[in-house]
């Protein structure tokens, strides 16, 4: 899957969870007497609008303590920086090595459809030290994968060596940089908790 299908499989997995919420309407007292009925719609509405979209990450997680640079020695060219930002819900910790390859991006959101959709079509789950693994992405030079927590939370992880990173590593046949990069996910499953 190249990574334009890719990009375009996440965002449309987003605009899926986003547009499945019921619009929320309020009703004024003066137009109708609440009834239980209506009102179990309203709570139901309510609890839809909570969970439909992306909603922060919790608790409070700072996206970059996840991975340490050093963890992507094997990655990318050192120094490996990263860099935190948050954009509507999501927050993002990019990692970049000296030859300015993205090497990984890490993203926290919360998103029941996400959640969903991540443990319904997945390539496969890997099990590395502890941590279930979901591989969306399985490609010998690139990994789309996510950790799904409690409470529908997501921890998505894109790496994107280098051609040198990945000649570099050698990634024996029958592998992929999902399988190679399992280590660097299962640790940040551990700082989060998450090991079962």
Known sequence: MSKRAWVAAVAAVGLL???CGSPKTETTGASSPATSSSVATSAAQASETKTSGYQPF???TDPCSLVI?????????APINSR???SNGIQQCT??????????????????????????????ILQ???AEIYVM??????????????????VQFDFEPGTAAVSAAQVQTGQTWCDFSAPVIAEANKRLGWTK
């Open 17 to 19: 969870g986003v547009g």
């Open 69 to 77: 640079p050093e963890q992507l020695g094997a990655h990318g060219a």
């Open 128 to 130: 590395a030290d502890g």
């Open 95 to 124: 990692y970049q090595d000296a030859d300015h390859n993205k090497v990984l991006n890490l993203k926290l959101f919360k998103n029941a459809d996400g959640a969903t959709n991540f443990r319904d079509i997945h390539v496969r």
């Open 84 to 86: 935190a930002r948050e």
């Open 137 to 154: 992405k399985d490609e010998q030079n690139e990994c789309g994968a996510a950790l799904l927590g409690p409470e529908d939370n997501i």
């Open 58 to 60: 919790s608790p409070a």
